[in-house]
């Protein structure tokens, strides 16, 4: 069984520096693709970074602020967020093939002064 459990979440500050931990069990992340998603209220999930081998793609919104890495040693991929803002405020979700495994709980980031 395929667990995903996405820590590090929070109430920020904008400008704020949290570090997302997407933690697998069941399956080894580093041999497969693993996005970081989010999930604004009253809005769609949307894919915001993907690591595939070594490459990474962002999202526009967050090119630039967003690093997403991988830890082979805790089986773990990483979300570095930087410089955050209000409208980063959402639910983020890790996930490496949303058709076939099921979507963790997910770790909430508020941006609020």
């Known amino acids: 069984q395929v667990l995903l459990v996405e820590s590090g979440g929070g109430l920020v500050q904008p400008g704020g520096s949290p570090r997302l931990s997407c933690t697998a069990s069941?399956?080894?992340?580093?041999?497969?693709?693993t996005g970081w998603y989010r999930q604004a209220p009253g809005k769609q999930r949307e894919l915001v970074a993907v690591?595939?081998?070594?490459?990474?793609n962002y999202a526009d919104s967050v090119k630039g602020r967003f690093t997403i890495s991988r830890d082979n040693a805790r089986n773990t991929v990483v979300l570095q967020m930087n410089s955050l803002k209000p409208e980063d405020t959402a639910v983020y979700y890790c996930?490496?093939?949303?058709?076939?495994?099921?979507w963790g709980q997910g770790t909430q980031v508020t941006v609020s002064s």
């Open positions: 690591i595939r081998g070594v490459d990474t």
């Open positions: 069941g399956i080894v992340l580093r041999l497969r693709s």
């Open positions: 996930n490496t093939d949303p058709v076939y495994y099921p």
